[in-house]
């Protein structure tokens, strides 16, 4: 089973900033798209964000597109989200999920991925 560790969430105020890694482990991170997962409490489950096996290719869902920033080590199986200009809305359990193999997916539903772990909380009041 994939393991990751998860850290950087926090409680801040709307319009700075949080950095998110993960760093997995029990799978070949080189190959997979690998992306992050955020769940609000009374809400579905949302795809954020993902970024290709190597690193040139991302998506992003459109209500945090120019804010956070995905990307990826593979030389030590580490993905970070940086998290700018946060909203209240951003409030969730973020995370770090698997994809798929190679490329992310073109869009994105509820139950697109596969989130691992415990994940970790990211506050923004406004």
């Known amino acids: 089973q994939v393991q990751v560790k998860v850290s950087g969430g926090g409680s801040v105020q709307a319009g700075e900033s949080l950095k998110l890694s993960c760093i997995a482990s029990?799978?070949?991170?080189?190959?997979?798209?690998m992306g992050w997962i955020r769940q609000a409490p009374g809400k579905e489950r949302q795809g954020v964000a993902c970024?290709?096996?190597?690193?040139?290719?991302?998506y992003y869902v459109d209500s945090v597109k120019g804010r956070l920033t995905i990307s990826r080590h593979n030389s030590n199986n580490t993905l970070f989200l940086e998290m700018n200009r946060l909203e209240a809305d951003d409030t969730a359990t973020y995370y770090c999920?698997?994809?798929?193999?190679?490329?992310?997916?073109?869009?994105?539903?509820?139950?697109?991925?596969?989130?691992w772990g415990q994940g970790t909380q990211v506050t923004v009041s406004s």
């Open positions: 999920a698997t994809f798929g193999p190679r490329r992310c997916p073109t869009t994105m539903t509820s139950q697109t991925g596969n989130p």
């Open positions: 029990r799978l070949n991170f080189a190959e997979n798209a």
């Open positions: 970024v290709g096996s190597t690193g040139d290719a991302s």
